[in-house]
């Protein structure tokens, strides 16, 4: 047990930092939040169980499905792995996010397309395609396998098409 003038143990310092309030002033879909709580708090949990956005799913919790991808400052990250104090005036923008007065590009591309089957991993394909899109303006094959976001119903091909489809949407002159 810790004794009360002992330097603290790497665990308990450990604890010590997660119990420890961080304010965090940060955006999520344009609208400013404020978080004091627990500063270890995956992303993730603070999306689905604080602000009931539930778009952003859980997955494998480890960083490897892409169930949770999300942006951060434009840039795909997986929630689950990220921790609520290191998003300190970050931009956050999910699923929920992404549409403004009419559908994404990707989103529209996904629609005409027909991708989604189950349904589960596709707001982080999602996600991830506006990030891969905003990297590269006309993808290759090897680009989009490269997301790496797994789907269990095997929606790849139809991902594919539908990432080369919503390029060719953000290329197309604004009238
Ligand atoms: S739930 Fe985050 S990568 Fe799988
Ligand atoms: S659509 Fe079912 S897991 Fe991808």
Known sequence: MQKPNQPPTPA?????????????????????YFHDGDAAMPLLWYLRDVLRLTGTKYGCGIGACGACTVLVDGKA??????PMRSLA??????????????????????????????????????????DLLRRKRMPSDEDIAGIGNLCRCGTYPRIRSAIQRAAALMSEPKS
């Open 12 to 32: 308990s310092a450990d604890k010590a930092a997660r119990m420890e309030p961080v304010p965090n002033q940060l955006t999520i879909n344009g609208k400013p």
């Open 77 to 82: 990250a997986r929630a689950c792995q990220t």
């Open 89 to 130: 005036g970050r931009e956050i923008t999910t699923i929920e996010g992404l549409e403004g007065a009419a559908l994404h590009p990707v989103q529209q591309a996904w629609l005409e397309n027909d991708v989604a089957q189950c349904g589960y991993c596709q707001a982080g394909q999602i996600m991830a395609a506006v």
